[in-house]
């Protein structure tokens, strides 16, 4: 049956369905998430985990990203486990052993991240076409570096919740990773501190090579954002030379 209308948080096979029908191609479970969606599970309040809900004395839906945690489920697993998720509050938390289990039936797509991603779909899938039917002329000299980043408020909301530091304030001292030899776009460095912007796909690797931030967190990170779409083909280029 068609769906015309997605609900808030889809079931797997209704976010499926539709993604069938906005790209004419077949989805599965395994699918969503290799594509970068996260899967979420609605928790019913529990008195044994306060600091869990907070004030959500009614539940929750808490998403699954930690990369055991969504292997299992890619590798067809009969159901759901969650060993870390985040709180009510959006702080990621690590769950009592061994964690919370739920039927893959709960399992929940958020629609605003189908949409997203039928978007995403689409425009490469045009560009592709367009770029097939106007094919660009190859540069062979002339190269300069990219002036083109992304500024500080999405660097945080992109890449601040993967890892336990302080980003602003490394992004403001310019020091290590964040530095001119670093991540920082050089020419932006001359204009003011607000005007910095930052090579998302030179920062995404640091953040895994210096602070072991999971590629799949990354990966999900270019595929949810729409300031990264841009990134993106730039981004499965360093993927595929490194072997990741």
């Not at 699954?64 to 299992?72: K, L, S, T, V, Y």
């Amino acid at each position: 049956m068609a769906i015309t209308e997605l609900p808030y948080r889809a079931t797997t096979a209704q976010a499926c369905d539709w993604l069938a029908q906005q790209t004419g191609t077949s989805w599965t479970l395994a699918s969503l998430i290799g594509e970068g969606l996260t899967p979420f599970v609605w928790l019913d309040y529990d008195a044994d985990y306060p600091e869990l809900f907070g004030d959500a004395n009614g539940g929750y839906a808490a998403p699954i990203f930690f990369e055991g945690d969504i292997a299992r489920i890619v590798a067809g697993s009969a159901d759901v486990l969650i060993t870390t998720t985040k709180d009510a509050y959006k702080i990621v938390t690590q769950l009592k052993s061994p964690g919370f289990r739920r039927e893959l039936d709960a399992l929940r797509f958020m629609k605003k991240d189908l949409e997203r991603l039928a978007g995403k779909l689409k425009h490469a899938s045009e560009a592709a076409l367009k770029s097939a039917l106007n094919p660009e002329p190859v540069i062979t000299e002339g190269a300069t570096e990219s002036q083109m980043g992304i500024n500080k408020k999405q660097v945080l909301l992109a890449f601040s919740a993967l890892l336990k530091m302080d980003m602003e304030q490394a992004l403001v001292s310019g020091d290590g990773l964040f530095g001119d030899e670093g991540s920082r776009i050089k020419a932006t460095t001359k204009k003011a501190k607000n005007k910095i912007e930052w090579n998302p796909v030179t920062l995404a690797l640091g953040l895994n090579e210096v602070y072991r931030v999971p590629m799949s967190h990354l990966k999900r990170a270019f595929a949810t954002h729409d300031f990264l779409l841009e990134w993106q083909a730039d981004w499965n280029e360093s993927l595929l030379l490194l072997g990741k």
